[in-house]
């Protein structure tokens, strides 16, 4: 199993702050996706990188797959009381959907 | 279009008891998958269903864990007997036919159950 170590665990911040969370491996990955998941739900599909250096917008999130694939970043700009919930990585790996442990994001309006 | 749905949203049972959690994918979803999370640790694969059949069991984390999925539609993930490790959240996946990878076949997941064996 290839692990999945994302950082920070934990981050809780004030409306309007910017923000950055990893998801790192000691392993190339052909791919990696960023889910969101909140209470109560499951996670949902955010983005799927898949070119090194690769960069995605969804509003004010960017995210950013390492030039060598072994590493991406969340980054939120003008965090929203909306974007609290637990940020997960996860990459494919022989049929099955191998998963960081996850950043749980808090904003304080 | 409806999501995943699964039942119970919460079960709390003793050590000892048997427990059915079931998963309705997405109509038309040949790739239904199981994961949980115990808490404390992340997402781990248990098993995945192409229709009706075991595709991949190796998550399955001893043989108190039965999955079925007869007729390729809902499944269920039967633990009998239940021990207090088992306590989690297991969530149901669903995806279109095709090789399961997000950019062909995005997994649509439930909200899963809420396990508490005491």
């Known amino acids: 199993t290839q692990l999945l170590e994302q950082s920070p665990q934990f981050l809780s911040i004030q409306e309007g702050e910017n923000l950055t969370v990893y998801c790192n491996s000691s392993?190339?990955?052909?791919?990696l996706q960023w889910y969101r998941q909140e209470p109560g739900e499951g996670p949902v599909l955010l983005v799927t990188v898949v070119t090194g250096g690769e960069v995605k917008k969804l509003k004010r999130l960017t995210f950013q797959f390492g030039d060598a694939r072994k590493d991406s970043s969340l980054h939120i700009t003008a965090a929203q009381p909306g974007d609290t919930g637990l940020y997960l990585c996860?990459?494919?790996?022989?049929?099955?959907?191998?998963w960081g442990a996850g950043t749980k994001l808090i904003i304080k309006p | 279009e409806a999501g995943v749905t699964q039942f119970p949203s919460h079960s709390v049972i003793e050590k000892g008891q048997t427990v059915t959690l079931r998963c309705d994918p997405i109509?038309?979803?040949?790739?239904l998958y199981w994961y949980r999370r115990v808490m404390g640790k992340e997402i781990k694969f248990l098993l995945h269903f192409v229709k009706e059949s075991k595709q991949d069991e190796s998550g399955m984390p001893n043989n108190r864990f039965l999955a079925e999925r007869t007729g390729g539609t809902y499944s269920t993930l039967k633990v009998q007997p239940a021990e207090l490790e088992d306590s989690g959240v297991y969530f149901c996946?669903?995806?279109?036919?095709?090789?399961?990878?997000?950019?062909?076949?995005?997994?649509?997941f439930g909200n899963g159950t809420r396990l508490t064996v005491t």
């Open positions: 392993s190339v990955f052909s791919s």
């Open positions: 996946a669903s995806s279109h036919r095709g090789v399961p990878s997000s950019y062909n076949s995005p997994l649509h």
């Open positions: 109509s038309g979803h040949d790739n």
């Open positions: 996860a990459r494919w790996a022989r049929g099955q959907l191998i």
